[in-house]
């Protein structure tokens, strides 16, 4: 029996401007316990797609359900609730800078429920604990790596237990240690937790080692899905192209550009 769909989104567009849709009729299906992976190349819409899930923004057409919900349908009282449901681990862990690590945590806990200072305070520990930082409690983000950083923010991500948590390029930056232990850190509290994840990246072998599923995009459309051994075994050439990092293929290196002498006519030199 397939598991319960946490999101759905259906023939969705979005453009930031009428000439060129960030999204074009993207569709997928999400099922509840599962880490599944949204991949491609920069600028082809994985961010959007994920800011759309998570109701930063709303679809020009088309349907977003999550978590039962039609998020495109919700006002800003029912969005800000549905996302007391999920967790946002931001590309560079957007730490509060003046706060310490543990503060850093607490943050939700103190602005979005009524617990008492005492569990809070055991609340906090127990995700630091579980993340392998409750060592670090006291020290500020300043004094942290990268990857440590990241790891708080994961902390704080899953401080109220979402059952849905949003990963937007988790790995980047991180040396092969961190990236390795964030990795793990993501397939552990999902399944020990109860959630669903979704991992935008486009970091082939770390997100194909740890994802169920995975919806690939080129620009504004989605055109591969299937579990990463189907992917890996794929003759789709969009697919192969980005799986092993292939110069030649449809996906280009230039941007597309005019002749030269039009470039150099618009410059004044022509």
């Known amino acids: 029996m397939a598991s319960p769909s946490i999101v759905e989104i259906e023939n969705v567009t979005f453009g930031y401007d009428a000439a060129r849709p960030a999204l074009d009729g993207v569709s997928l299906r999400i099922g509840a316990g599962s880490v599944v992976g949204i991949m491609g190349q920069s600028g082809c819409g994985k961010t959007t797609l994920l800011r759309i899930i998570?109701?930063?923004?709303?679809?020009?057409?088309?349907?977003?359900?999550?978590?039962?919900?039609?998020?495109?349908?919700?006002?800003?009282?029912?969005?800000?609730?549905?996302?007391?449901?999920?967790?946002?681990?931001?590309?560079?862990?957007?730490?509060?800078?003046?706060?310490?690590?543990f503060d850093n945590v607490a943050f939700q806990m103190r602005e979005h429920t009524d617990l008492p200072s005492d569990l809070v305070n055991d609340l906090v520990l127990m995700?630091?604990?579980?993340?392998?930082?409750?060592?670090?409690?006291?020290?500020?983000?300043?004094?942290?790596?990268?990857?440590?950083?990241?790891?708080?923010?994961?902390?704080?991500?899953?401080?109220?237990?979402?059952?849905?948590?949003?990963?937007?390029?988790?790995?980047?930056?991180?040396?092969?240690?961190?990236?390795?232990?964030?990795?793990?850190?993501?397939?552990?509290?999902?399944?020990?937790?109860?959630?669903?994840?979704?991992?935008?990246?486009?970091?082939?072998?770390?997100?194909?080692?740890?994802v169920d599923y995975v919806y690939m995009m080129s620009p504004a459309h989605i055109?591969?899905?299937?579990?990463?051994?189907?992917?890996?075994?794929?003759?789709?050439?969009?697919?192969?192209?980005?799986?092993?990092g292939e110069t030649d293929g449809p996906i280009p290196f230039h941007y597309p550009a005019p002749p030269y002498q039009a470039d150099l006519e618009a410059l004044g030199h022509g």
């Open 127 to 210: 995700k630091l604990e579980a993340v392998g930082l409750r060592g670090a409690a006291r020290l500020m983000p300043s004094e942290l790596s990268g990857g440590m950083a990241r790891r708080v923010a994961l902390a704080r991500a899953i401080a109220l237990d979402p059952q849905l948590m949003l990963y937007d390029e988790p790995f980047t930056g991180l040396d092969p240690i961190s990236l390795g232990v964030i990795a793990r850190l993501i397939r552990t509290l999902n399944d020990s937790l109860g959630q669903t994840s979704i991992v935008v990246s486009h970091d082939v072998q770390e997100c194909f080692d740890l």
């Open 54 to 101: 998570a109701g930063w923004l709303k679809a020009g057409s088309g349907s977003a359900r999550v978590l039962g919900e039609r998020v495109d349908k919700l006002d800003s009282a029912g969005i800000f609730a549905l996302r007391r449901k999920m967790g946002m681990l931001f590309q560079f862990g957007a730490l509060f800078t003046d706060m310490t690590v």
């Open 223 to 244: 055109v591969a899905h299937g579990t990463p051994a189907e992917l890996r075994r794929s003759q789709e050439p969009f697919v192969g192209q980005f799986v092993r």
